[in-house]
């Protein structure tokens, strides 16, 4: 049982990248998922959420109308598209599976994948 977070990379502002986020030895559809970041120094903070039964979906409000966060059950995986990069955005982003509300929280510690890096040259 795990994720598997892949899609980072070095892009200038401006420009976008696409992560994925792949499950492997459960039902991604049954949770709800979250994209999460942590740049050096700063606490980890949700970025992006989809929960799972009715589809909602939540964003932080440094990245609404910039990035979207998606399923493809069929694929088992969860995307985030990055658009409009700024270097504000670098971090290491993590995926996370969990039974949380809209906005990624509760008291499930949750599934974690590994993060990749996202780095926006200015």
């Known amino acids: 049982v795990q994720l598997q977070a892949s899609g980072g990379g070095l892009v200038q502002t401006g420009g976008s990248l696409r992560l994925s986020c792949a499950a492997s030895?459960?039902?991604?559809?049954?949770?709800?998922i979250g994209w999460f970041r942590q740049a050096p120094g700063k606490e980890r903070e949700g970025v992006a959420c989809?929960?799972?039964?009715?589809?909602?979906?939540s964003y932080v409000e440094s990245v609404k109308g910039r990035f979207t966060i998606s399923r493809d059950n069929a694929e088992n995986t969860v995307y985030l598209q990055m658009n409009s990069l700024k270097p504000e955005d670098t971090a290491v982003y993590y995926c996370?599976?969990?039974?949380?509300?809209?906005?990624?929280?509760?008291?499930?510690?949750?599934?974690w994948g590994q993060g990749t890096q996202v780095t926006v040259s200015s």
């Open positions: 030895g459960f039902n991604m559809d049954h949770w709800t």
């Open positions: 989809s929960r799972t039964g009715d589809g909602r979906t």
């Open positions: 996370a599976a969990g039974i949380w509300d809209v906005h990624c929280s509760g008291q499930d510690r949750g599934l």
